[in-house]
């Protein structure tokens, strides 16, 4: 898929929720389906990932009602407050990592490190899309 489709994708996502889409990764699984980790922002400025499901990669998509990774809400954590910027890889047996972005605080401000969430083996799925991941303890990689 070249960059013009992602952006119809893009865009419809964005037309069918309440928050605006930043960024996204197209993952496709041939003549079966696409999945769209993306980076959703909330009117307070809140970030979270969220995925959509689509047939074909253009139309037709169905996105899950709830983010499947927000910012982890611990105190004085690099990613406390959002994350974003996803990268999602299909790994072998059906599981997934989510590379993402994160920053201590919600809204605006620098990106602080990058982190890696794995899928949760056995967890709840969305059409075949991971829906549970669990944060990778070794990290972050970030700057200061």
Not at 73 to 99: F, H, I, K, T
Not at 102 to 113: F, K, V
Request: hydrophobic share 35%; net charge positive.
């Amino acid at each position: 898929m070249g960059g013009g489709e992602c952006m119809l994708c893009i865009a419809f996502i964005a037309s069918h929720v309440s928050s605006n889409v930043r960024l996204a990764t197209l993952i496709c699984f041939p003549c079966t389906q696409y999945f769209m980790f993306y980076e959703g922002v909330a009117s307070d400025g809140g970030r979270s990932i969220g995925v959509a499901v689509s047939r074909d990669g253009l139309r037709n998509w169905r996105r899950c009602p709830e983010p499947v990774l927000q910012g982890s809400g611990e105190a004085g954590a690099w990613d406390a407050g959002a994350v974003g910027c996803p990268w999602a890889v299909s790994m072998a047996g059906g599981r997934w990592r989510l590379y993402y972005s994160g920053r201590p605080q919600r809204g605006g401000g620098a990106w602080r490190g990058i982190g890696m969430a794995r899928s949760v083996e056995g967890g709840p799925s969305f059409e075949g899309a991971p829906l549970r991941f669990a944060r990778y303890e070794e990290q972050p990689q970030h700057s200061s």
